[in-house]
């Protein structure tokens, strides 16, 4: 089981951090990604960082802006989001992904289980 939280309601320019809570499982043999869906849109890649913590990836829009992390002592993954735009705003989804992948965990079919979104919206 996933459950992000974290979410909330921020001013253009402020930060959040997401966590993603993980039990049931080896958290530590899983890559972790974030996705999000912003209303009337697809679900679309965030970050994704590797079971050990050594690769990590952002889509260009998140670079410099968001820091993906993960605690495996305490089964949790992390979204550090700063510098948040409106265009931020958007239901938060975290999954696991029990497998390597060539695109680097960007793809949703790289993932086996998700979490309940959280909600972020940046307000201008």
């Known amino acids: 089981q996933l459950q992000a939280s974290g979410g909330g309601l921020v001013q253009a320019g402020g930060s959040l951090r997401l966590s993603c809570a993980a039990s049931g499982g080896t958290f530590s043999s899983y890559a972790m990604g974030w996705f999000r869906q912003a209303p009337g849109k697809d679900r679309e890649f965030v970050a994704a960082?590797?079971?050990?913590?050594?690769?990590?990836y952002y889509v260009d829009s998140v670079k410099g802006r968001f820091t993906i992390s993960r605690d495996n002592a305490k089964n949790t993954a992390y979204l550090q989001m700063s510098s948040l735009k409106p265009e931020d705003t958007a239901v938060y989804y975290c999954?696991?992904?029990?497998?390597?992948?060539?695109?680097?965990?960007?793809?949703?079919?790289?993932?086996?289980?998700w979490g309940l979104g959280t909600l972020v919206t940046v307000s201008s």
């Open positions: 960082i590797s079971w050990n913590g050594v690769l990590t």
């Open positions: 999954a696991a992904a029990g497998r390597s992948s060539r695109s680097g965990w960007t793809r949703m079919d790289d993932y086996d289980y």
